[in-house]
């Protein structure tokens, strides 16, 4: 099973700050990586797909990079409504699995 | 566009069978892989399995020797039964749409609780 961990745990940001949210896997996934967001009381909704390929209708500000085992979430300046859970998930390998998750406060 | 919706009982005994179903609307099943994953309060999400519009299936191998997943596509849903389950099992049950790539949309979710 391909473990992704994902770094940091949690992050206290000030609005209009650059987050960036790292995603580590156990082996190569190739760019099978995927990024959610969860806001408190609701289900996850995808951010971005295969790295860095963008979703209709998410923000601009959010963007994702890497391949191989390291990837990146980038949020350029956050909003108050970015104050999330984020999950990173591979779909390289079966068992699909996330990382732990990030959770991000507005300061 | 497609919506999702999970429903069935929020409590179940230990050792029972959960049993949920995830109506499809907005769109047919009849393509597609459709998935159920999971969230323990307060921890981070499971995968537990999908099935295609065909029938065919993979399930976590964490949890394969309980699961089955089915669909209907007269009704346009598709259902999760988890048995012999116990405290663990505990947790907000998602469907989603996807399987072997992205999960996309997912339905609200429904806490199911295991307690006698």
């Known amino acids: 099973e391909i473990v992704l961990t994902q770094s940091p745990d949690f992050q206290s940001v000030t609005p209009k700050e650059k987050v960036t949210i790292t995603c580590r896997a156990s082996?190569?996934?190739?760019?099978?990586l995927h990024w959610y967001q969860q806001k408190p009381g609701q289900s996850p909704k995808l951010l971005i797909k295969y790295a860095s390929q963008s979703i209709s209708g998410v923000p601009s500000r959010f963007s994702g990079s890497g391949s191989g085992t390291d990837f990146t979430l980038t949020i350029n300046s956050l909003e108050d409504e970015d104050a999330a859970t984020y999950y990173c998930h591979q779909s390289s390998n079966s068992p699909w699995t996330f990382g732990q998750g990030t959770k991000v406060e507005i300061k | 566009q497609v919506q999702l919706q999970e429903s069935g009982p929020g409590l179940v005994k230990p050792s029972e069978t959960l049993s949920l179903t995830c109506a499809v609307s907005?769109?047919?099943?009849?393509?597609?892989?459709w998935s159920w994953i999971r969230q323990p309060p307060g921890k981070g999400l499971e995968w537990i399995g999908y099935?295609?519009?065909?029938?065919?299936?993979n399930y976590n191998p964490s949890l394969k020797s309980r699961v089955t997943i089915s669909l209907d596509t007269s009704k346009n849903h598709f259902s999760l039964k988890l048995s012999s389950v116990t405290a663990a099992d505990t947790a907000v049950y998602y469907c989603?749409?996807?399987?072997?790539?992205?999960?996309?949309?997912w339905g609200q979710g429904t806490l199911v609780t295991v307690s006698s």
């Open positions: 907005g769109g047919s099943i009849n393509t597609y892989y």
């Open positions: 082996q190569s996934i190739s760019s099978s």
């Open positions: 989603a749409r996807g399987g072997p790539t992205i999960f996309d949309p």
């Open positions: 099935i295609y519009y065909t029938g065919s299936t």
